[in-house]
């Protein structure tokens, strides 16, 4: 449905449906992003809480800022990436032509959030003989985490890449004394920290997948209904 704008000199002038349509896309583009950005941040709370009680990552004492243990910038860093992966992955689906053939329902999204968790409260409780066991304990848990939740190449692919970049980041920061691991293994860091960056690509790119779908299937009423 068509809006009206008023003129200077205070004619209405009407508002194709094509404009519309770009200003209605924006506002669910923004909205999505800023769910995305709030769900990144509880997700960084939590889980950073479950490595910091265990001594898995340590921060220094002037930057801790909050009743989480964590230092101010980690939730909003979280926030933004997941926003970019969550927005990132429909786009994908959509570029690519690979629509998502499992069961698209929030049961479902919920189900993976909690996997989640769980690799992550694995890789920070649960006692293994040593790393190498650790790491691919928690790298067949994300896999598994994947085919159950996703099985799309593009999901593969970008959890991969993404999870990459985002090891690569962290041996930065580590390296430059922003914070530490208490028992790192694999060049500053811990070797199963890219599992657990590839698990969470995937929860958040399944969430971003649920909102977009959500919005697709409110328009397709409008649209009905118009």
């Known amino acids: 449905m068509s809006a009206d704008v ?23 583009l923004l909205i999505r992003a800023a769910m995305l950005f709030m769900v990144g941040v509880f997700l960084a709370l939590v889980l950073n809480l479950l490595q ?8 220094p004492p002037d930057v801790i800022s909050s009743i989480f243990s964590s230092a101010w ?28 053939k499992l069961k698209r329902e929030w049961s479902n999204v919920m189900r993976c959030v909690a996997v989640f968790v769980g690799i992550n409260h694995a890789s920070a409780k649960v006692d293994f003989a040593n790393n190498v066991q650790l790491s691919l304990t928690l790298a067949a848990l994300s896999v598994g985490l994947w085919w159950t939740f996703d099985r799309s190449r593009s999901g593969f692919g970008l959890g991969v890449i993404i999870a990459t970049l985002a090891t690569l980041a962290t ?18 860091i811990r070797s199963w920290l890219p599992c657990i960056f ?25 649209t009905h209904q118009d």
């Open 6 to 28: 008023l003129l200077s000199g205070g004619a209405p002038m009407r508002r194709g449906p094509y404009i519309s349509m770009i200003t209605n896309r924006t506002m669910n």
């Open 171 to 188: 041996q930065l920061l580590v390296y430059n004394g922003v914070f530490r691991y208490t028992s790192p293994d694999f060049l500053y």
């Open 73 to 100: 910038w980690v939730p909003p860093c979280c926030g933004t990436a997941a926003a970019f992966i969550g927005l990132l992955y429909p786009c994908m689906d959509r570029r690519l032509g690979e629509p998502h």
């Open 198 to 222: 590839f698990a969470g690509v995937i929860t958040v790119g399944n969430i971003g997948r649920q909102l977009a779908l959500y919005e697709y299937k409110v328009s397709q009423e409008k």
């Open 52 to 59: 910091v009680q265990r001594n898995v990552t340590l921060f």
